[in-house]
């Protein structure tokens, strides 16, 4: 594949941009891999890639029902941080934050990785406590984050009305070096990755079985027939429950619509990332100009792709207490997408059990920052076949066992 450089961006100039080649392959299946990914999403293509990469396992499959990144990894508002309470969430997001600083270089591919940094305002003397609490854990967790006064929050977001009619700011927990990528982008450049690499990425293949043989995974069936493998990664977020029953088990796992809207371009009025916890709603600028703004989760089970009205009047008449600009644009168009949340609202990377067979699950609102970090932690745990340190804390057992890993603070509101 060829390098993207200043250098081809002026060779393919001057002969009309005829010689770029496609950016991934579009393979037919083989009979057998060493080992399959069902789901090319972010998480799904970042493990393929780990295993390349850092375990030297290349003969894999990424199937993909849809198109590539065509799940939440497509339809998230992109915030990426690592300011989480618990030691083993800070360890995995800010492995994939730090990631997220290079991936660009790594994988060739403009992921327009932005560390704008993120400001979660706090409103009510609760959150206040509940953040100077979680800059106290970072510092400790080795996480560069501060608890800041309501004059830095306007001098760093000067469009923020700080006395609110029901909730003033207070405060917030600020993370510099946070910020927000172009999500197709990440997904599209760890699929050309993968595809270097000698991957096959197949999109349009739907797991519909997964065939066992004395309690090994042996293989999967899909709408393009039977493909055996060793080794087979559950990477589907919304849909981790349906494919845990195809393959004999049960997960702790709700599935529930979760949205988020862009309102028309406009130019530039903000350039940090604000998420405003308690009247629940976040806000940032994308590089076009649209506010994007995230919404909530359904209070109903569902796999469901799409926005309600109700949510979208609960959320901007939300933001509009804090932003009181956004009053006066339109909306331009909503969407939704289905995540995956446990009760601790923490991630699963685990051993199943069905032996050969590993999920990575449960990111819920959050997971589109933890990409790479989750994709390094899942291929270690498949090309090993137990945990790396990563992954250890984040097992199913840890349900039988009560080793809940509590992130409702950080990541219970949607993000
Ligand atoms: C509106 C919204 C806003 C969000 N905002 C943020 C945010 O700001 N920051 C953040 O960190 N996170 C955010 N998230 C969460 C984040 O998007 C997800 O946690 C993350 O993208 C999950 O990635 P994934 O690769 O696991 O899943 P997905 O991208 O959903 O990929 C799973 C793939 O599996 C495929 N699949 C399912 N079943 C099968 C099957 N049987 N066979 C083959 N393929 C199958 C699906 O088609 C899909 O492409 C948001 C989510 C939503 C919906």
Redesign the pocket.
Known sequence: MKRYSAFAIAREALRDHTGWGRAWGNPEPRRRYDAII????????ATAYYLGRNHGIRNVAI????W?????????????RSNYLQDPSAAIYEKARSLYETLSQELNYNIMYSPRGVMMLAQTEHEVRGYRRTAQANALQGVDTEFIGPERVKALCPIIRLEGPRYPVLGALWQPRAGTAR?DAV?WGYARACSEMGMHVIQK????GIRREGGRVAGVD?TRGPIDCDKLGI?????SG??AEMAGFRLPIESVA???LVSEPIKPAMDVVVMANTVHG?LSQSDKGEMVI??GADGFNNYTQRGSFHHVEETVRALVETFPMLSRLKMLRW?????DMTGDRSPIISKTPLEGCFI??G?????????PGSGWAMAETMAKGEPGPLAAAFSLDRFREGRFIDESVAAGV??
Request: positive net charge.
């Open positions: 069902v789901g090319a999403g972010g998480h799904g293509l199937l993909e029902k849809g590539l990144g065509g799940g939440n990894t497509g339809r998230n508002t992109t915030i990426i999500h997904a293949c739907e797991v519909t899909t990477v589907v977020a919304g849909h349906r494919l979760l949205q988020a976040y995230g919404g969407w939704g997408g289905i995540v990575n699950c990111w819920g609102t959050g997971g589109f920052k933890a990409i949607a993000h």
